[in-house]
C-alpha cells in the first residue's frame, strides 16, 4: 500500500427496510414512509419559481472572424448594433479550425496531405507543435473573436444571472453589452471552468450581444497537445471547445454536489453514504438558508434530508451530510454500480435545493452510483484496484477524441459500444479531458476511467515553471476534479504522465484532491518512477509502442511482458482495410506505400511501418498485392491484440493492468488503434474481443500451456476444455479433453500442447481450443496458427520502442492454403430493441480449412454499413463446420432495401450474397467457391 491512496468512492441503493433498534435499513421507501423524527425534518415543500431552471444555451447561431481582419474593439463588437459583416457562421462548441474547415474556408484536413495546406500548419512533419511556437505569418497567430446576439429570458430579472463556460483554449477576453468583465489575464487555462456572475450585465427580455475574444495557446502555456499520436491542427485547437450558457439563480447557488459510499462489510450487504454540495453566497449580504437533499431511486421511491445553512456574504463553503447525522444515508443490500460485464450499472439521481424564505434559490441534480474503488500494491509493488472489495484485472486502450475536437453523440456512443463488445472495461484519458457527455456514457455503459494530465509539452516541463504556472495548473485540476468526482466511471487520477511531478508540484496537486474530496485513488504518473511524495506509482510504462511477434507478452520479464500494470503499450502499427484507405487518400497513393501512408502513420519515432512490414515479410512472405497487404497485417493484427491481452489475463494478479495504446485515432491514421477513424472493426479489434471474453480458453506462447480465465466473481464447475491440433494439411495430430473446475476471478491452466518437431513440409500447424459445459453449451473457442520455429528475441536489443527479432515464425504456408468452398445465407430481423440486426449462417462442407473469414455488411453505395457489432469476424470454419453469427447496429440506422453481404478470406474467392428480408426464415445458401 505504499504511496497509494486508499479512496472511498461511489455506491448503490437498497431493497427492504427494518428498524433495528435506533439504525434504519433503508431501501428507497415510498415518500410517505420516510419520517424519521429527530434525524429527518419533515420536507420542506418550498415554492419552486418558474425561473428555478432558467437556462439558455448558447449553440447555434455565433459569429467568427480573425482580428487581423477587423478593426473593431471588442467595447464595439459586443454590442448589439454591430454589423458582423463577412464574419464566419459557426455553433459551439468549436474550435477555431474546426468552424473554418466546416465551412469551407480549409479543405478536409483528414484526408490525404490536405492538412499541410492549411496555412500555418508549417512545422516539421512527425514534429510536437505543442512545443514549438506559432508562426508569426500563420492566421492562428492573430486573436479570434466568437460574437452572438442572444434575448435573455425575462424571468432572469430579479436573480443573479451567472455565465458558464465549459472550455477556453486558451486565453480570453470576454465582452457582454459594450462591457469587459473577464481579461485574458485572469480567463487562461485549457481545462478551466468558469461561472462569472454578470447580472449588472445583461438586459432581461431584450436583445444581448456577446463577444469572446480568443487567444492560442503558447508552447509555454498549459494547454491540449498531441505529442507523437498525430499531427496538430496549426490552430493549436484555439476556441470555444466547451459549452456555453447561461442560468438564473437566486442569491445562494448549489455546486458540484456529491455522493461518496464506503461499505461496512465485505459481503456488500450495507453502504454509508456522505453526501456533500458546495453552496455560495452571491449577495453582499448575510443569507440564511437551507440546503435541502433528495436521493431517488426506481419506481420514484425517494430519502430527504436537509441542514440550515448561515452564509456570510460572498462565502462558498461545501456541506456535508453523514451518516452520524442523517442515518437514513445508511443504505441496506444497496443496488450497487459495477463495470459491464461484472454486474448492472445501476444509477441513482442526488437532487440539491438551495431554500431561501420557503422558495428555491437554486437546483443541482447529478446521477451517481453505489460503489467504492480502492487499490494498493502486491508484494511486487505492482498497483492492483479493487471494485466494491472485488480484484479487477483492468483491461483498456487509450482514447484520443477528433483532432479537431469534433463530436457527435451517435458516433461517442458507438465508441462506447465499441469498447464493451471488445470485453475492455477502462479508457485513459491522457489530457483530452472529454465533456460531460463522455463520462455520462461511461456511467451508463460501465466502462472505468483513468483521467490525468499529458506528458511531452509544457505540462512536464516544471523546470520552466513560474508560481503564476503552479497556480493555473492547480485551477485546472480544481476544475476538473469538481466535475469528475461524482462520476462512478472514474478509477483513477494522474497526476503526471510520462514523468512524476516534482515534489512540490506532486504536494500541490495532491492538496487539490484532498481539498476537493476526492473519493478514488491517485497516482504520481503513469511511469514507474518513484517519488518521495508517494513512493511507488506501482505501474510502468517501459513499452513495446511498435511491432513485436506474439510470444512477446509472455516471455519479456523485464520490459512490457505481462506483469505489473502496464499504462500504455501496444504491438504498434494498424493498417486499415483497403475501404478506409480510400477514404483517407487519393486513389494513387494508395498503392505501393506511399509518403501519404508515413504522414498517416504516428508523428515522431513512429512515422515509419517499417518493422510491421519487415516482420510481415518473414513471417507471412512479402505482400504481392494491396489485398495480399490487407489479408496479412489484419492476421498480425487479430494475432498482436489478442496475445497481448491474453498474456496479462492469464498472469493476473501478477499482472494487474494492461492499456493498449490506442483504442481509436484523433484522425485517419495506420498506427495505433483498436478500430479505425471512420468506426471500421478489423483483425486488432476482433483478436481483442476475442482475447477479452470473461469466461474464455487460451493456448500460452511460453510454455504451450492450455488455460481457462474466468474473470467473473463466481465460480464454474466441471468446465471441459478440449484442444484439437491439426498439420498444415489439415490431418488431426492431437487432440486433449479434460474436466476441471475453474473458482471465482482466476485462472487455471488444464493441460500443454505438445512440441511438433518441423519438417520440409510442415512449418506450422493449427489448435482448435473450444470451452463448454456438460450440456455442450459453449462458452468460447479459440483458434491459432502456430509454427514450429519459435520467435527468437534479442533481449540485449529491447528498447521502449520494440525488442528486436533474430528469428520469426514462419508462416508463408498460409499462402498455399487450398481452396475452401463456403455455403452461405443471411437475413435481416430487427432485434427486440428496434435496432436492426442480420443474421449470417455459415457452413464450410469441403475439406479444408477456411482460414481468417471476413464478412461485411455493404450498402448499395458501395460503403460497408458502420458502426456495426459483430458477435465474431476475422475467423475459421473447419471443415463440416457451421457457424451463425450476427451483425448488429445502432437503432438509427436505416438499410436501403439493396445492402448485401460481403464474404472474403484468405483460401475462399469473395462472395457477394443478397440478405433476405424474411424474419426468422433463412434464406437458399448460396456457394462461395474458389
Keep these: 500500500m505504499r504511496g497509494q491512496k486508499v479512496s472511498r468512492p461511489l455506491h448503490s441503493l437498497s431493497e427492504g427496510c427494518a428498524m433495528r433498534g435506533s439504525r434504519l435499513n433503508f431501501a428507497f421507501l415510498p415518500m410517505a414512509a420516510i419520517f424519521l423524527a429527530a434525524f429527518v425534518p419533515p420536507r420542506v415543500l418550498a415554492e419552486t419559481p418558474e425561473t428555478l431552471d432558467a437556462r439558455l444555451h448558447l449553440h447555434a447561431g455565433w459569429r467568427l472572424q480573425s482580428s487581423c481582419q477587423i478593426g473593431a474593439a471588442g467595447s464595439q463588437i459586443s454590442v448589439p448594433a454591430f454589423q458582423p459583416t463577412g464574419w464566419h ?24 496531405m490536405n492538412l499541410r495546406k492549411i496555412p500555418g500548419t508549417t512545422y516539421p512533419i512527425g514534429a510536437n507543435f505543442a512545443n514549438l511556437p506559432m508562426p508569426k505569418d500563420s492566421p492562428f497567430a492573430c486573436s479570434w473573436w466568437y460574437r452572438k446576439e442572444f434575448t435573455i429570458p425575462r424571468n432572469f430579472a430579479g436573480r443573479t444571472a451567472w455565465l458558464h463556460f465549459d472550455g477556453i483554449n486558451y486565453r480570453a477576453n470576454i465582452w457582454i453589452n459594450g462591457k469587459q468583465f473577464a481579461d485574458a489575464k485572469d480567463v487562461a487555462g485549457a481545462y478551466r471552468i468558469y461561472d462569472f456572475d454578470v447580472t449588472q450585465f445583461v438586459k432581461p427580455g431584450a436583445t444581448n450581444a456577446i463577444a469572446v475574444e480568443i487567444f492560442a495557446p503558447t508552447e509555454n502555456d498549459l494547454a491540449m497537445n498531441w505529442v507523437d499520436w498525430n499531427p496538430a491542427p496549426p490552430d493549436k485547437n ?5 459549452d456555453v450558457y447561461f442560468a438564473a439563480t437566486g442569491a445562494v447557488t448549489v455546486r458540484h454536489p456529491q455522493v461518496v459510499t464506503h461499505f461496512t462489510a465485505a459481503s456488500l450487504a450495507e453502504a454509508d453514504l456522505t453526501v456533500m454540495a458546495q453552496v455560495r453566497n452571491a449577495s453582499s449580504a448575510p443569507v440564511r438558508a437551507v440546503l435541502q437533499g433528495e436521493i431517488s431511486g426506481e419506481n420514484n ?14 462565502e462558498t463553503r461545501t456541506i456535508n451530510f453523514t451518516t452520524a447525522q442523517f442515518p437514513q444515508l445508511r443504505v441496506a443490500h444497496p443496488r450497487i454500480w459495477w463495470p459491464y460485464g461484472l454486474g448492472p450499472q445501476n444509477l441513482h439521481t442526488l437532487t440539491m435545493h438551495a431554500i431561501i424564505g420557503g422558495k428555491v434559490s437554486d437546483e443541482q441534480r447529478i446521477r451517481f452510483g453505489i460503489r467504492e474503488i480502492t487499490s494498493g500494491l502486491t508484494p511486487q509493488d505492482y498497483l492492483l484496484f479493487r471494485i466494491n472489495g472485488k480484484k479487477i484485472l483492468i483491461r483498456g486502450g487509450g482514447w484520443s477524441p477528433d483532432m479537431l475536437m469534433r463530436e457527435s453523440h451517435q458516433r461517442l456512443e458507438a465508441q462506447f459500444d465499441y469498447v464493451r463488445e471488445m470485453g475492455l472495461n477502462t479508457i485513459r484519458l491522457e489530457g483530452k479531458l472529454e465533456p460531460d457527455e463522455f463520462f455520462d456514457l461511461a456511467d451508463d455503459r460501465g466502462v472505468l476511467v483513468m483521467a490525468g494530465w499529458c506528458c511531452c509539452s509544457f505540462w512536464e516541463q516544471w523546470s520552466k515553471w513560474t508560481p503564476s504556472d503552479l497556480e493555473n495548473a492547480t485551477a485546472q485540476l480544481r476544475s476538473q476534479i469538481l466535475r469528475l468526482r461524482s462520476h462512478p466511471s472514474l478509477l483513477v487520477w494522474l497526476n503526471g504522465s510520462d514523468n512524476p511531478p516534482p515534489a512540490d508540484v506532486e504536494r500541490a496537486y495532491i492538496g487539490v484532491l484532498q481539498q476537493t474530496n476526492w473519493p478514488n485513488p491517485y497516482i504520481s504518473s503513469a511511469s514507474q518512477r518513484e517519488t518521495s511524495v508517494t513512493g511507488p506509482s506501482g505501474v510502468k510504462m517501459l513499452g513495446p509502442y511498435d511491432y513485436v511477434p506474439p510470444a512477446y507478452w509472455l516471455e519479456d520479464v523485464k520490459r512490457g511482458g505481462a506483469y505489473g500494470f502496464n499504462t500504455e503499450t501496444s504491438p504498434g502499427p494498424a493498417p486499415v482495410v483497403e475501404e478506409s484507405l480510400k477514404k483517407m487518400m487519393p486513389a494513387a497513393q494508395i498503392w505501393p506505400p506511399s509518403k501519404y501512408w508515413q504522414f498517416h502513420a504516428a508523428s515522431g519515432r513512429y512515422q515509419q511501418l517499417s518493422a510491421f512490414n519487415d516482420a510481415m ?5 512479402a505482400p504481392k498485392n494491396l489485398a495480399d497487404y490487407e489479408r496479412k497485417s489484419q492476421a498480425m493484427a487479430y494475432e498482436g491484440e489478442r496475445a497481448m491481452f491474453e498474456a496479462y489475463a492469464r498472469n493476473k494478479y501478477e499482472s494487474t493492468g494492461v492499456i493498449q495504446w490506442m483504442l481509436n485515432n484523433a484522425w485517419p491514421s495506420l498506427f495505433w488503434h483498436l478500430y479505425d477513424y471512420y468506426l471500421q472493426p478489423a483483425g486488432g479489434y476482433f483478436g481483442a474481443k476475442k482475447a477479452n471474453e470473461l469466461l474464455h480458453v487460451q ?17 464454474f464447475p466441471s468446465l471441459i476444455a478440449s484442444a484439437k491440433v491439426y498439420s498444415s494439411d489439415m490431418k488431426p495430430i492431437f487432440s486433449r479433453r479434460l474436466v476441471l473446475n475453474v473458482p471465482a476471478d482466476f485462472s487455471a491452466r488444464a493441460f500443454t500442447i505438445p512440441r511438433f518437431p518441423r519438417t520440409p513440409t510442415s512449418q506450422a500447424y493449427f489448435l482448435n481450443l473450444d470451452l463448454e459445459n456438460r450440456d455442450g453449451k459453449l462458452f468460447s473457442s479459440n483458434f491459432y496458427w502456430l509454427s514450429n520455429k519459435p520467435t527468437v528475441f534479442e533481449w540485449d536489443l529491447s528498447t521502449d520502442q520494440r525488442t528486436e527479432v533474430s528469428s520469426y515464425p514462419d508462416f508463408t504456408m498460409l499462402a498455399r492454403l487450398p481452396r475452401a468452398q463456403l455455403e452461405a445465407s443471411a437475413s435481416q430481423e430487427p432485434a427486440e430493441d428496434g435496432a436492426p440486426e442480420v443474421s449470417v449462417h455459415l457452413h464450410n462442407p469441403s475439406a479444408h480449412l477456411a482460414f481468417q473469414v471476413r464478412l461485411a455488411i455493404q450498402e448499395e453505395s458501395g460503403g460497408e454499413v458502420l458502426p456495426v457489432f ?6 475459421e470454419l473447419l471443415p463440416g463446420e457451421t457457424k451463425t453469427l450476427t451483425a448488429r447496429y445502432p437503432e438509427e440506422t436505416k438499410f ?11 483460401n475462399i474467392a469473395p462472395l457477394t450474397l443478397a440478405i433476405s428480408p424474411v424474419r426468422g426464415g433463412a434464406a437458399k445458401p448460396a456457394k462461395v467457391t474458389p
Excluded at 89 to 112: E, K
Excluded at 617 to 621: D, L, R
Excluded at 703 to 715: G, I, L, M, T
Excluded at 896 to 906: D, R, T
Design 699 to 715: 493456448y500460452s506462447y511460453d510454455d504451450r500451456s492450455v488455460v481457462v480465465v474466468n474473470s467473473f466473481y463466481r465460480a
Design 870 to 875: 459483430w458477435s465474431d469476424n476475422y475467423f
Design 896 to 906: 436501403s432495401g439493396k445492402a448485401k453481404l460481403q464474404i472474403s478470406g484468405w
Design 238 to 242: 484555439m476556441g470555444l471547445w466547451g
Design 89 to 112: 457562421s459557426t455553433t459551439v462548441p468549436s474550435t477555431v479550425l474546426a468552424a473554418l474547415v466546416n465551412d469551407g474556408t480549409y479543405p478536409d484536413p483528414d484526408f490525404g
Design 617 to 621: 515479410t518473414q513471417m507471412y512472405g
Design 301 to 314: 421511491d425517494a430519502m430527504y434530508f436537509e441542514q440550515p445553512v448561515n452564509l456570510r456574504p460572498g
